[in-house]
């Protein structure tokens, strides 16, 4: 069975909304978006590269596939690991809005989310990858549907804004497996999923 991914960019505060850019997220009247823009350096761009390299197939929520579909179609450069990942591999949105996905590629799943990512996880040859779509995430980690975490946790406090690990979500412990920090700052922690929090006192 394959492995579900996530990676997720985070402030020090832990929010997720709108790193790429102003416009890229603007629910709630956030304004601050773009925020990780700054620290995306060589290091950084090394570590999406490895996690590209895993990808057997990708699960996306709609408005971060609506985001991507909208821009790596363009980028057709057959040496970009990334546009060529994207472009080439089997794309699954879990939406019940969406209509229709135009993507080379994709298929939108709209029915027991539960029952449709676990065949996702059992018929994925490689890793089956989910990149921001916080939404999504939140949804499936009540499940224990998600095996790793990729936190990419920026040097910024916004105060505001969507957060991955919002209240009520399900306690869950994780083991950690690496860390390494990019050269602007960035630290990049890689957890799995290892069951339910453990209880003490000291």
Do not use: C
């Not at 990858?129 to 949804?139: I, N």
């Amino acid at each position: 069975m394959a492995k579900l991914s996530l990676t997720q960019f985070l402030t020090l505060d832990g929010v997720y909304q709108a790193p790429g850019g102003p416009e890229e997220d603007t629910r709630g009247g956030f304004d601050l978006g773009g925020w990780s823009v700054p620290y995306g350096d060589e290091d950084f761009g090394k570590f999406i590269d490895e996690v590209f390299g895993r990808v057997g197939a990708f699960l996306l929520g709609r408005r971060t596939y609506e985001i991507f579909a909208s821009y790596w179609p363009k980028q057709t450069d057959p040496a970009d690991p990334v546009a060529s990942k994207l472009n080439s591999l089997p794309k699954y949105v879990a939406s019940t809005t969406l209509e229709s996905a135009d993507w080379a590629n994709s298929t939108i799943i709209g029915g027991d989310l539960v029952e449709e990512v676990t065949a996702l996880k059992e018929h994925t040859d490689g890793e089956l990858q989910m990149h921001g779509s916080g939404g999504l995430a939140r949804s499936l980690m009540k499940h224990d549907l998600i095996d790793t975490l990729h936190l990419v946790v920026f040097p910024v406090v916004l105060g505001k804004g969507m957060h991955l690990f919002a209240e009520g979500a399900t306690p869950t412990a994780f083991r950690h497996v690496e860390a390494r920090t990019t050269g602007a700052g960035a630290a990049i922690h890689t957890y799995e999923l290892a069951g339910r929090p453990t209880y003490g006192s000291y």
